[in-house]
């Protein structure tokens, strides 16, 4: 099967725990959901989680970073920071972010089929790209979308939404 591979940012740290995930598990590649939206898991609760997330960069291309906040159950956890090195572009900080994001919710989720992720962000690109309204023109954006999508396939249901950037940075703090 075919593996997605991601040429920047292969290990992130998280700045509060020190802990480093990779954003390419080498998981197989599967087709987009035809519909983002789909039903959560029968049985038993469901557990709602909103993501914020933004990155950027200092410098385009230059230093890639984002930050991305979770609210489970209504309860807003602390923001989260990332940082992913040199040449990067605003496009693809906003795409690592979201990924590191998603992969923490799945090593977090005792049963990732009753989560219910509502996911915000102020990426056009990225929030039409996963929602299929926007085509990906560049084959470093599509490897990161097929990876997004690989993982929110993982969940029981899932939204994304633009917001405008003033919203981000309430929730994130910059």
Not at 78 to 89: A, I, K, M, S, V
Not at 114 to 128: A, F, K, M, T, Y
Not at 150 to 171: E, I, M, Y
Request: aromatic share 6%.
């Amino acid at each position: 099967m075919d593996k997605v591979t991601l040429s920047r940012a292969e290990r992130l740290r998280c700045p509060c725990c020190g802990e480093t995930f990779t954003l390419s598990d080498a998981l197989p590649v599967v087709a987009p959901p035809s519909e983002p939206e789909r039903p959560a898991r029968q049985g038993g609760a469901t557990l709602p989680v909103t993501l914020v997330f933004d990155g950027g960069s200092i410098g385009n291309p230059g230093r890639g970073y984002g930050s991305y906040r979770l609210t489970v159950r209504g309860k807003d956890e602390p923001p989260q920071r990332l940082e992913f090195g040199d040449n990067y572009t605003n496009n693809e900080a906003e795409y690592d972010t979201l990924l590191g994001a998603l992969e923490a919710i799945l090593r977090r989720a005792k049963d990732p089929r009753r989560v219910e992720l509502e996911i915000r962000g102020d990426s056009q690109l990225v929030i039409n790209q996963i929602n299929g309204v926007w085509k990906v023109k560049e084959p470093r954006m599509q490897a990161r979308k097929e990876r997004v999508l690989q993982l929110l396939q993982q969940l029981g249901k899932w939204t994304a939404t633009w917001h405008p950037r003033a919203k981000s940075v309430k929730a994130l703090g910059h």
